[in-house]
């Protein structure tokens, strides 16, 4: 009797740690439990049909009542739904035949494995019920930021807890490259998708993403936030530089100025929160040209040739100028080239009072140059010797994938052929 006694304390025990711990309203609560309580019942008598189950969370306790008509002594049927005249009196001595009997059931008595079951049932359709909760919360919030305490940092992701103990991923893939966390401070990052293979939500923050750039522009800029300044393209190479393309519907709101304010002093915390990151606010514009020319500042463009079926522009430059518009570890034209959606090659105008010399194929130079060279550099647009002089050299290391000396030779020979 005493043990029976402590396996119903301990299940009352149990019952009060999914209460106490669980984030989960009552009414849910108070279904799942019942709904594990039937499916014990189910298992030990086939049916759970006429039992009653009365549960409280609030007093972390739980009552079991079976119910069954009193037939005569020997004509039980079905022990489910009837009990006979003398078992019925031996609860209560004024029980008559056709009348329904209520019987507390003391869960104990079903033995330990129920019990067992039981708990394990509760912790199973708890812990699914949780993983719905967090699916449900956090696929809401895909392209929103959130804060997390840094639980965790490995090689490959750092773990993040959120205000609710609930654990948030940062794959090292998507932090940005001068990011260092240390346990216990708070970071950010964009909620970038919920994974959710076999009901186990997994939720994948980045801070690489244009939308974290984007939240963080929301955020520290009324006039985006207030939809009177909107933004149009963000192109990012994270933790080096991004171009960002604003427009205002208000003539009167100067766009670029209002995002980047007085000496820098709206866009500073941004950069500080993107570690450093270089970022350049223009105006967006529908004019195709307009727009390749102010994606590619600071430099200063001279003629651009546009081919729209094969989204490709020729951007002509002062020699100058083709630095700046390349820029460090071709950044800048990398950039562009995301903003607009178009693949850009830079080539160094010609002086016009250069002599209209001859063109010559590159193909003609195959006793001089390995053809596989030849097909790398023809692969990138560039088909004749004028055309590979013209384009800036560390465009055609980057774009044919060449080291600096073999693009050095190629260029020499080419020279040679010119200067004869």
């Not at 003398?86 to 507390?104: L, N, P, Y």
């Not at 895909?142 to 490995?154: A, L, N, P, R």
């Not at 393209?233 to 080096?240: D, F, L, Q, S």
Request: aromatic share 6%; hydrophobic share 40%; proline share 3%.
């Amino acid at each position: 009797m005493a043990k029976k006694k402590e396996e119903q304390v301990n299940l009352i025990d149990t019952f009060k740690d999914f209460k106490e711990t669980k984030n989960i309203d009552r009414a849910t609560l108070v279904s799942v439990l019942e709904d594990s309580f039937r499916s014990v019942l189910q298992k030990t008598f086939g049916s759970d049909e006429n039992f009653d189950v009365i549960v409280n969370p609030d007093k972390g306790d739980f009552e079991i009542y079976r119910n069954r008509v009193v037939v005569a002594d020997g004509e039980v049927q079905n022990e489910n739904a009837e009990i006979s005249l003398s078992d019925a009196q031996k609860i209560d001595a004024d029980f008559e035949i056709g009348e329904d009997v209520s019987e507390k059931v003391n869960f104990a008595d079903f033995g330990r494995r129920a019990i067992l079951t039981l708990r394990q049932t509760m912790a199973s359709k708890i812990l699914d019920l949780e993983h719905d909760n967090l699916y449900n919360k956090y696929i809401d919030k895909v392209g929103t930021i959130v804060s997390g305490e840094v639980y965790q940092v490995w090689k490959r992701e750092t773990l993040l807890i959120d205000d609710e103990g609930n654990e948030l991923l940062l794959p090292k893939s998507e932090q940005i490259p001068g990011d260092y966390f240390r346990k216990g401070e708070t970071a950010r990052a964009v909620v970038l998708r919920v994974d959710n293979l076999n009901n186990n939500p997994k939720i994948i923050l980045s801070r690489t993403a244009p939308e974290f750039l984007q939240r963080l522009l929301e955020n520290e800029i009324p006039e985006i936030n207030d939809g009177l300044i909107t933004v149009r393209k963000i192109a990012r190479i994270p933790g080096e530089r991004a171009k960002i393309a604003v427009e205002s519907y208000n003539e009167r709101i100067d766009a670029v100025g209002a995002c980047v304010g007085v000496k820098g002093s709206r866009i500073h915390g941004i950069v500080r929160e993107l570690c450093n990151e270089n970022i350049d606010v223009i105006n967006y514009s529908n004019n195709l040209q307009l727009f390749i020319q102010r994606a590619l500042s600071p430099a200063r463009t001279e003629r651009i040739v546009i081919d729209d079926e094969n989204k490709k522009v020729e951007v002509y430059l002062k020699p100058d100028q083709v630095s700046l518009a390349i820029g460090k570890n071709g950044h800048n034209i990398k950039l562009a080239s995301i903003l607009t959606g178009y693949t850009i090659d830079v080539f160094r105008e010609l002086d016009g009072s250069q002599p209209d010399e001859e063109d010559i194929l590159l193909d003609e130079f195959k006793d001089e140059i390995d053809e596989w060279i030849i097909e790398a550099i023809k692969g990138i647009g560039l088909e004749t010797a004028k055309s590979v002089l013209n384009a800036p050299r560390d465009m055609i290391v980057a774009k044919a994938d060449l080291e600096e000396n073999t693009v050095d030779d190629v260029l020499n020979i080419l020279r040679a052929e010119f200067e004869q």
